[in-house]
């Protein structure tokens, strides 16, 4: 059974930068057949995909328009999870922040707990 | 404003069969395959339907997914008030090179 166990902090200020860490259990990070992603949510924007990490013979990563100039997703095959830093970060990006699995039928099926990120002074 | 389009709400008395849509185009549902998720407050979505049409296991086979061209849905049987939740579409779309989700429907058990 995969297991998706989020960390970081709930406050961030404006202009910082949003840093949380995805921890996997029952899968691994490298995994050819899978793939890791972070989604957020809030009532103004809803579901949306920030962007994911994922090996095949070698590391890639897509991120979403919305946020490119911003984000980075890094593994960290050691510990066997992965990571989400946002930059210069504002209150648009108050919302709750998911990882995620995208397993090898396309299926988003492993999802973790969320956390809700504020961002304010 | 959702690049997958559902509508807000739908609802049902228990025992009867509700069906909720979801528009995309051709470069997401037209072209890949569409998940189905349930979510209650506080709680992260639950895949309930993923490659159009397969239920991973555990999920009751009272939900069942359809897709045709441009478009999908979501069939629930038997409607029970579990049932009620947030109901989300999701698909990869080829042009944004990223996932797509609908807004989400409100399913109300009366």
């Known amino acids: 059974q995969v297991q998706l166990q989020q960390s970081g902090p709930g406050l961030v200020k404006p202009s910082q930068t949003l840093s949380l860490t995805c921890a996997i259990s029952g899968d691994s990070v490298s995994s050819n057949r899978a793939a890791w992603h972070w989604i957020r949510q809030s009532p103004s924007r809803g579901l949306e995909w920030l962007g994911r990490?994922?090996?095949?013979?070698?590391?890639?990563?897509n991120y979403a328009v919305s946020v490119k100039s911003r984000i980075t997703i890094n593994p960290d095959t050691s510990k066997n999870q992965f990571s989400l830093q946002l930059n210069s970060v504002t209150p648009e990006d108050t919302a709750v922040y998911y990882c995620?699995?995208?397993?090898?039928?396309?299926?988003?099926?492993?999802w973790g707990q969320g956390t809700l990120v504020t961002v304010s002074s | 404003q959702s690049v997958l389009t559902q509508p807000p709400s739908a609802s049902g008395t228990p025992g009867q069969r509700v069906t909720i849509s979801c528009s995309g185009s051709s470069s997401n549902i037209g072209s890949n395959t569409v998940n189905w998720f349930q979510q209650l407050p506080g709680t992260a979505p639950k895949l309930l339907i993923y490659n159009n049409n397969q239920r991973p296991s555990g999920v009751p086979d009272r939900f069942s997914g359809s897709k045709s061209g441009t478009s999908a849905s979501l069939a629930i049987s038997g409607l029970q008030s579990e049932d009620e939740a947030d109901h989300y579409c999701a698909a990869w779309d080829d042009s944004l090179k990223g996932w797509v989700f609908g807004g989400g429907t409100k399913l109300t058990v009366l």
């Open positions: 995620a699995r995208v397993g090898q039928h396309g299926e988003l099926d492993y």
């Open positions: 990490t994922y090996y095949r013979s070698k590391w890639y990563n």
